[in-house]
C-alpha cells in the first residue's frame, strides 16, 4: 500500500522539509549565547588548605538558593545600571534572557545570556559577573562567590536550520503515510472481485473486462505507422 505511493510520500515529505527551512530562514532570528562560569564557596575565612565532604555539600546547597538571588530584581536593576547607555533593555528584558544552572550536581554554577546580538549578550553576562558576587554574598549573608570564567564573544548562532529541518521531514513522512493508510481504509470503491466475495457470502457469476473495440485499435495503428514514416 505505502510502497505504491512511494513517490507521493516522498514528495509530500520532502515538500514539509523544505517548508521548514523556509519558515526558519524567514520567521526565526538567530541567537547568540554568552556565559560565565561561578564557584561556591561556604566559608570565606577558612584556615585549612584541605576541604571536606561537608564543605562541598554545603556549597552545593547554597547554588540553588544564590541562583535565586541572581535572578532577583534587585541584583538585575544594579546590573541594568551598569550597562552602557545604548542598551535600552529592561529588568524584566534581561531575566527572560537568563538562565542558570548548577554544573553536574559541583558547587559551581553557570550563567547565560541569549540574545540576537552576540555583544550584547556578551556585555549583559559579564555585567552580571561583575555585579553578582558582591551582592549575593551580601543578600545571603553565608559562603563566599567568585568567577571562574569571563564570557568571550559568542561566535556560533542558535539556529535550529537542522533540527527544523528534520523535524519537517519526519512529520511529512507520517502525514503521508497516514494519509495513504486513511485513503485506502476509507475507499468503499469495488475494484475487484475479491471485494465483493470479501463482504458478501455470495458467488461471482462473472465479471465484465476492460473491451478496446477493433476499431479503435486499428486506428491507433495507423497513426503510429504514420508518425514513424514521417520520422
Not at 128 to 138: D, L, N, S, T
Not at 170 to 198: F, K, M, Q, R
Request: charged share 15%; glycine share 6%; net charge negative.
Amino acid at each position: 500500500m505505502l510502497w505504491g505511493r512511494k513517490w507521493l510520500i516522498l514528495a509530500v515529505s520532502l515538500g514539509v522539509c523544505l517548508g521548514a527551512l523556509l519558515i526558519t530562514l524567514l520567521f526565526v532570528t538567530p541567537m547568540y549565547t554568552a556565559s560565565i562560569s561561578m564557584y561556591v564557596s561556604n566559608n570565606e575565612n577558612r584556615t585549612s588548605a584541605s576541604i571536606t565532604a561537608g564543605d562541598l555539600s554545603a556549597s552545593q546547597s547554597l547554588v540553588d538558593t544564590y541562583i535565586v538571588v541572581l535572578k532577583s530584581s534587585t541584583l538585575l536593576t544594579k546590573v541594568r545600571e551598569q550597562l552602557p547607555a545604548e542598551y535600552d533593555g529592561s529588568v524584566a528584558a534581561i531575566r527572560k534572557m537568563l538562565t542558570a544552572n548548577a554544573i553536574d550536581g559541583t558547587e559551581a554554577f553557570a550563567v547565560s545570556i541569549t540574545n540576537a546580538d552576540p555583544q550584547a549578550a556578551q556585555t549583559i553576562v559579564n555585567t552580571i559577573a561583575a555585579v553578582a558576587p558582591a551582592e549575593i554574598v551580601r543578600v545571603v549573608r553565608a559562603g563566599e562567590v567568585a568567577v571562574i570564567d569571563y564570557a568571550e564573544l559568542p561566535e556560533k548562532a542558535d539556529w535550529p536550520l537542522a533540527r527544523n529541518a528534520a523535524l519537517g521531514l519526519l512529520l511529512g513522512l507520517l502525514a503521508s503515510c497516514l494519509g495513504v493508510v486513511l485513503y485506502h481504509v476509507l475507499d468503499v470503491t469495488v475494484h475487484t472481485a475479491e471485494d465483493l466475495t470479501g463482504v458478501f457470502s455470495l458467488p461471482v457469476l462473472g465479471e465484465i473486462p476492460t473491451i478496446v473495440s477493433v476499431g479503435t485499435e486499428a486506428a491507433e495503428k495507423r497513426e503510429n505507422d504514420h508518425e514513424k514514416a514521417d520520422v
